[in-house]
């Protein structure tokens, strides 16, 4: 079995709602901060949305994260990303995500709220591998 099989099989329910959170969050930010870029990348597996389509720029950044998520050394043990001590992230890609979450985090409670409020819950969990 090659190692993202493996990693896919032990992707469980906390793993796959972060990973529609972040779309999510990317999605909002690639709306609101880039209007006029071209969106031509569907993101529109992993999330529930009328047109869920990123910008290249956005496009590359989602996918990063939700490679970082498959490959979570705590797994379903993990807290929030942003609360993370380790931070997997390369630095560049750490300074976009902060970005998008400064941006898409109050936005967030409007328009997912549900999805909101569990990370919120899932932030106060610590880090245990
Ligand atoms: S930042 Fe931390 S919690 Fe997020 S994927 Fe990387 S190691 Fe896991
Ligand atoms: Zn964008």
Redesign the pocket.
């Known amino acids: 079995m090659t190692s993202k099989a493996r990693a896919a099989r032990r992707e469980g329910p906390r793993i796959r709602r972060?990973k529609v959170t972040v779309a999510h969050m990317i999605l909002v930010y690639c709306r609101g901060m880039h209007q006029e870029a071209e969106k031509r990348n569907s993101i529109g597996g992993e999330i529930q949305s009328s047109r869920p389509l990123l910008c290249d720029e956005c496009y590359a950044l989602y996918e990063y994260?939700q490679k970082?998520?498959t490959?979570?050394?705590?797994?379903e043990e993990?807290?929030?990303?942003?609360?993370?001590?380790?931070?997997?992230?390369a630095p560049q890609e750490r300074e976009e995500i902060k970005q998008v979450m400064r941006y898409a985090g109050a936005r967030m409670l409007f328009k997912h709220p549900w999805l909101a409020f569990r990370h919120l819950l899932d932030g106060r969990h610590r880090?245990s591998s």
Not at 71 to 75: A, E, I
Not at 78 to 88: D, L, R
């Open positions: 972060e994260s970082r998520l490959y979570c050394r705590f797994g993990k807290t929030t990303c942003a609360n993370c001590p380790v931070h997997c992230y880090n």
